[in-house]
Each structure stands twice: as structure tokens, then as C-alpha cells.
């Protein structure tokens, strides 16, 4: 199983960029794909989540700004990240969890990363202003 970033980097504030998660080893319909995000010395933080049987959930801090969507055919999950404000900056990372804690976190926003089964290596994302 593998689970693997891309598509970080330095984007000014306002700006866009697209994260990918590419997973191997598993299928989507027994696993939830959530996106976390962790700042220097802040907890992680989990910001959108989805399944191919319930759905989606964002968070507050992203709602309307980030969308998160998949590709079943190419077993990878994105996340298309706009208006971009410094304090999205963080390390993203990607993580699998079965799905019935990712319906959890979809219906009720209640999230437990210990859930997650398979993490992502993680990718840098730096917002200047």
C-alpha cells in the first residue's frame, strides 16, 4: 500500500494549486481519502475528506475555497487548493482511512487521524504574501 503527494510548492497569497494523492494497494470503495495539513508547531489538522459512499467534507477554514475530488481510474484524489492564504501553509499530507470513520468524519466533522490507516510522505506548501 502506498499513498503518495504531489503538487506543492511556493504560491503567492490569492494564488492556486493542486494537490495529488496517488494510491496503490487499495480500493477506493473500502477507504476514505482524507487530506490533513500540519503548520510548524500546530496539530495536524484534517481539512477534507472524501468517499466514493459518502461524499465529501471540508472544513471551515477551507470551505468554498478548496475542492477535493478523485479519479478512480487513476486511483488518485486531488485537491485543488484557491485563494490561497498564509495560513494554509503547511505540510499536506494525504491518508487513508476505512470508510467507516471517513463516514464519520463526513456526517459529524469528527475526525481521529489515529483512524488513518496509510499516510502519505507529505508535501510542502508555502504561501507568501
Known amino acids: 500500500v502506498q499513498l503518495v503527494e504531489s503538487g506543492g510548492g511556493l504560491v503567492q497569497a490569492g494564488g492556486s494549486l493542486r494537490l495529488s494523492c496517488a494510491a496503490s494497494?487499495?480500493?477506493?470503495?473500502?477507504?476514505?481519502i482524507g487530506w490533513f495539513r500540519q503548520a510548524p508547531e500546530k496539530e495536524r489538522e484534517g481539512i477534507s475528506c472524501?468517499?466514493?459512499?459518502?461524499?465529501?467534507y471540508y472544513a471551515d477554514s477551507v470551505k468554498g475555497r478548496f475542492t477535493i475530488s478523485s479519479d478512480n481510474v487513476k486511483n488518485t484524489v486531488y485537491l485543488q487548493m484557491n485563494s490561497l492564504k498564509p495560513e494554509d501553509a503547511g505540510v499536506y499530507y494525504c491518508?487513508?482511512?476505512?470508510?467507516?470513520?471517513?463516514?464519520?468524519?463526513?456526517?459529524?466533522?469528527?475526525?481521529?487521524?489515529?483512524?488513518?490507516?496509510?499516510w502519505g510522505q507529505g508535501t510542502q506548501v508555502t504561501v507568501s504574501t
Open positions: 494497494g487499495f480500493s477506493f470503495d473500502d477507504f476514505a
Open positions: 472524501i468517499s466514493s459512499k459518502d461524499g465529501t
Open positions: 491518508a487513508a482511512l476505512p470508510s467507516v470513520h471517513g463516514a464519520e468524519w463526513i456526517y459529524s466533522g469528527t475526525y481521529h487521524p489515529g483512524e488513518a490507516e496509510y
